[in-house]
């Protein structure tokens, strides 16, 4: 261990930090794989996409006796998935790369599922299991990115905890139902 410099020197830091300016936040240091880094992060993009189309579906779909705290609780995710498509296409930019809007394909790209449902509880459940794919899909990216990109693993973990509470939410909703 004695060996092992725990940091570069600050001449080189330096020196490094002068190549490339035109590369701006990806730096010599960025030890991942940008191009893999992008598509996985347009993966997450069109994850976010579908699940805010989905759920802008069920707010203005949603009717019946209980539909009232439902749809609010829909529209509220909605935007929130907006606001992660938003951070995720920041950061793709930030790594040089270019955020994937393209309506074709969309679906392939996203790993959760569009389904319209047909009754409030459909969507419900419809959308708890588009949280839980999130959720899986998500953790993998996290432990994927690690060390590699942290600032690509914190906002993910931050996305990632919040798709917890949209889980959470949605299965106290299927309770009250009942
Ligand atoms: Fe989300
Ligand atoms: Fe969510």
Redesign the pocket.
Known sequence: MADKPFLTDIKTLRERARKHIENGAVTEGYVGDVTTAVKILNEALAT?IV?VLRYKRHYFMASGINAEGVAAEFLQHAN??QG?ADLIAQRIVQLKGEPNFNPDGLLTRSHAEYVEGTSLVDMIKEDLVAERI?IDSYREMINYFGNDDPTSRRMLEG?LA??EEHADDLVNLLDDMH
């Open positions: 976010e699940c929130e998935e992660h999130a996305i919040m798709e």
